[in-house]
Each structure stands twice: as C-alpha cells, then as structure tokens.
C-alpha cells in the first residue's frame, strides 16, 4: 500500500527547499562548534557539534519520507 504525501503537492517545493536551508544552517552550525572545540580543546562543544549533525541528518531523512510520501 502506497503511502499519501503529507504535503500537499503545490507546497512540496516550498516546504522542501525550507527544510533543505534548516539543514544546511544546523551543519555549519555543528561544523562551527567543532571547530571551537578543537581551538579550545573542549569535548563538550565536539560532543554538541555531533548531536547537532545527527538532528540534522535525522531532519532530512524526514523531509525526504514525507515530500515521498513513504510511511513515518
């Protein structure tokens, strides 16, 4: 059985290319907390860097369910 889209299609586009830039902003965040980790010598920061790109990861594995109309 073949999952609907959650979106509808007039609002795929718009809806994706948002999704598309929140995941761009959350990898050069976490690539900037790492980067500040590794001048401070800091795991903490190394340890957020790699939450923030597994939040990041884990956003656009969803996008591209629900814009596919795969089953959540």
Do not use: H, K, Y
Not at 28 to 52: H, Y
Request: hydrophobic content about 65%; charged content about 5%; proline content about 4%.
């Amino acid at each position: 059985m073949a999952g609907l889209p959650l979106v509808e299609r007039a609002w795929a586009l718009p809806v994706g290319l948002a999704a598309v830039l929140a995941v761009i902003a959350l990898v050069a965040w976490a690539l900037q907390l790492m980067q500040t980790a590794v001048d401070q010598q800091e795991f903490s920061l190394m340890l957020a860097g790699c939450m923030v790109c597994s939040a990041a990861v884990g956003l656009a594995t969803v996008m591209v369910m629900t814009l596919n109309g795969l089953p959540l």
